[in-house]
């Protein structure tokens, strides 16, 4: 028993179309695959950052992973980026990942947070323009501690007071350390530590997400599917 079989031309055309067609088609392909493995990046830094650290402000962290995307240029010329930024007093969590020295300066305490380490800051506790900060150096005395006393004694007068000191305070029974303070109910509570910051613990949240694309085999996932959808051009 025999079977002839016979070739359709037209699928030899689109096959020529193809072919000729290829060097031209072969750039979207590439560039879909950086882009889409960089927006697959940012999708693990954004599980990892949240399951591995405290996150206080979802839209923060998201807005602060970027992604830029590759372009149709010559292949070789081809990239795309998966980052975070860095902002005003943050770096990006560059220091828990390369592991390098924070540079800040200051931070907030259990105090500021109202108690609860994964609250935001209260906006009284922020160094902003509008917040009013009372110094030692602003009241009478003729040492720094009398100015100390001083000031204490008036803003007892005044009900719950904020009061910023820029070098340690020794006092008759202790040392109040440089920071930003809240008096209240005759009760004082630093709202912010100044001076060097404890290194923040390293975590790999960066590493991890580039460790997750290999093992989950994304990137033969994604050439698949970009090379697919090409194809589907020419069936």
Not at 44 to 62: C, E, H, T, V, W
Not at 97 to 104: A, D, L, Q, R
Not at 131 to 157: A, C, D, E, H, I
């Amino acid at each position: 028993m025999s079977a002839a079989f016979t070739i359709d031309l037209r699928d030899l055309r689109k096959l020529e179309r193809f072919f000729k067609a290829a060097p031209q088609l072969i750039k979207p392909v590439t560039a879909n695959v950086l882009t889409s493995l960089a927006f697959k990046t940012r999708e693990y830094d954004i599980q990892n950052l949240s399951a591995s650290m405290i996150i206080r402000n979802p839209g923060f962290m998201k807005s602060s992973l970027k992604v830029d995307k590759a372009t149709s240029t010559r292949i070789e010329n081809q990239i795309a980026r998966a980052y975070s930024i860095n902002r005003p007093n943050f770096t990006g969590w560059e220091e828990q990942e390369k592991g390098k020295t924070s540079p800040k300066h200051r931070a907030g305490t259990i105090h500021a947070r109202k108690g609860n380490i994964r609250n935001t800051m209260m906006a009284r506790a922020r160094f902003k323009a509008g917040n009013k900060f009372y110094r030692p150096s602003q009241f009478q005395g003729k040492n720094r501690q009398q100015s100390f006393y001083f000031m204490m004694r008036v803003l007892g007068t005044r009900g719950t007071s904020e009061f910023l000191l820029t070098e340690d305070m020794p006092l008759k029974n202790g040392v109040l350390n440089k920071g930003l303070y809240q008096l209240k109910n005759h009760r004082i509570r630093r709202l912010q530590k100044l001076g060097s910051i404890r290194q923040p613990k390293r975590i790999l949240w960066r590493t991890a997400s580039l460790r997750s694309l290999r093992v989950r085999n994304d990137v033969d996932k994604i050439w698949i599917e970009s090379i697919k959808r090409i194809m589907q051009r020419y069936k």
